[in-house]
């Protein structure tokens, strides 16, 4: 079963969309504080969690300083009601690429891979 950690910039409300699909999926909005970026992708990485975001800091942080991840998938652009359909597209096609560590940027009508 695939593990997803959805950030707080990403709809709540798409968690149980991607339940329905068979993932298992855990939001930061539901904890009680944010303990920040640097803790969140640590935490999805020791859990061996997808981190599924808006923000492009989780990319920085993972290239640019060099933090292991399990995958990130960075959502630009898309639709609110939109964002569940595209994770399980990017999940089904780029999985393997995601748990090698890759980033995937999805955007309308374009997909980019960064692999680690």
């Known amino acids: ?11 709540g409300g ?9 993932y298992d999926v855990i939001y930061t909005g539901d904890w009680l504080e944010d303990p920040g970026d640097n803790e ?13 975001t808006l923000d492009k800091d989780f990319g920085e942080i993972a290239i640019v ?11 630009v652009n898309i639709a609110t009601k939109k964002q569940a359909e595209v994770c399980v597209e990017v999940l089904m096609r780029y999985n393997r690429e995601l748990q090698a560590g890759a980033i995937v940027t999805a955007s309308p009508g374009r997909v980019r891979i960064r692999s680690n």
């Open 1 to 11: 079963m695939i593990k997803l950690l959805l950030d707080t910039c990403v709809s």
């Open 14 to 22: 798409i968690r149980e969309q991607l339940q329905t699909n068979g």
């Open 40 to 52: 969140i992708l640590a935490i999805a990485y020791q859990e061996q969690r997808t981190l599924v």
């Open 65 to 75: 300083r060099g933090q292991p991840h399990y995958g990130i998938i960075r959502l």
